[in-house]
């Protein structure tokens, strides 16, 4: 038994370690693929569709101003302030799903690039706690503008569309350096369901939402 203990120490600490390594590396190498990405490709594939894995990585300072704003207002609005962890929205996500009310999550923008370049998307208490785990890692190693660049690049954004470069040309037939502030704000709009909804033919509900991100653009900053 305790040759077992001495093991299992022994790979605990080894994953520590290959966890802290794995962070450090990704502040100077861009993520080369995700899980998410290679489980919708087979979706697709399942589906009938064509295999697609539309992604192509652009630099922070090749992003439009207007697009890192509107992923702020509209996914995470202490995105600056907090330590990973957005208190007040886990708190009010909490209040509302236990009154039955939509499901709806509290997630910063740490937690989904913890989610998204670390681990994989189906729901369990075990991946919310390594969620945690990587969440409290990247916000130590990496500097707001480097959660922000990962953000923008693997997040999905449509049906085998991920990040900022790949959405402006499927959507508007542009690069992500040149989005107008509507632009940017309806393919921020479209994040809860980039398989259902449209940023080229957005609904009622996502033309809402995509004006009033508009609307408080002006008052969120963006690392620099």
């Not at 290679?38 to 064509?50: C, D, L, Q, V």
Request: charged share 25%; hydrophobic share 45%.
């Amino acid at each position: 038994m305790q040759s077992v203990g001495l093991w299992l120490a022994r790979m605990v600490i080894a994953c520590f370690i290959f966890s802290i390594i794995w962070v450090a590396l990704l502040i100077f190498m861009n993520p080369p693929i995700t899980y998410l990405q290679i489980k919708r490709a087979f979706e697709r594939k399942s589906a009938g569709k064509e295999w697609k894995i539309d992604k192509q990585w652009v630099d922070y300072e090749n992003i439009s101003d207007n697009l890192k704003r509107a992923a702020i207002a509209g996914e995470d609005a202490h995105f600056l302030t907090h330590h990973g962890f957005d208190t007040d929205a886990i708190k009010k996500a909490f209040e509302r799903n236990k009154a039955g009310k939509k499901l709806r999550g509290g997630s910063t923008i740490s937690q989904q690039v913890a989610k998204n370049v670390f681990l994989w998307p189906k729901r369990s208490w075990f991946r919310k706690g390594l969620e945690s785990y990587f969440t409290v890692l990247i916000e130590i190693f990496w500097s707001k503008k480097r959660i922000l660049e990962v953000y923008l690049n693997v997040i999905e954004m449509g049906q085998g569309v991920y990040g900022a470069q790949a959405a402006s040309k499927y959507y508007f037939y542009k690069s992500a350096s040149s989005l107008s502030r509507k632009q940017a704000a309806l393919i921020i709009a479209i994040l809860p369901s980039p398989n259902k909804w449209d940023a080229r033919s957005p609904s009622a509900y996502v033309n809402r939402r995509a004006n009033n991100i508009v609307r408080y653009l002006k008052y969120y900053k963006i690392p620099d």
